[in-house]
Nanobody, 121 residues
Framework: QVQLVESGGDLVQAGGSLRLSCAAS????????MGWYRQAPAKQRELVAD???????KYADSVKGRFTISRDNAKNTVYLQMNSLKPEDTAVYYC???????????????WGKGTLVTVSS
């Protein structure tokens, strides 16, 4: 069974920084793209950033220049460094990964349970 486990969410003041981590565990063949999504109260879940296994990255316009996504393929882990945090960054942050369980199968979407980031003004 494949699991994604996030950590690093916390309460922080505006202007502060946090680093989120997400580790994939279980038996699988390959992890393709890994990413972070977030969902604020009464809002839809949105992509924050993602990174391919080759290192190509994509960011939401709202976080460009403040957040940095990275991954350690040897540890099956993706990180999100969040700087200059704003109250509007407050949300539950979810890890997502496209994982191929076997060499002969396509990738499937997996989600973590989420970690809460709260930014106070």
């Amino acid at each position: 069974q494949v699991q994604l486990v996030e950590s690093g969410g916390d309460l922080v003041q505006a202007g502060g920084s946090l680093r989120l981590s997400c580790a994939a565990s279980g038996r699988f063949f390959l992890i393709n793209t890994m990413g972070w999504y977030r969902q604020a109260p009464a809002k839809q879940r949105e992509l924050v950033a993602d990174i391919t296994n080759g290192g190509s990255t994509k960011y939401a316009d709202s976080v460009k220049g403040r957040f940095t996504i990275s991954r350690d393929n040897a540890k099956n882990t993706v990180y999100l460094q969040m700087n200059s945090l704003k109250p509007e960054d407050t949300a539950v942050y979810y890890c997502n990964a496209d994982i191929r369980r076997w060499a002969t199968t396509r990738g499937m979407d997996y989600w973590g349970k989420g970690t809460l980031v709260t930014v106070s003004s």
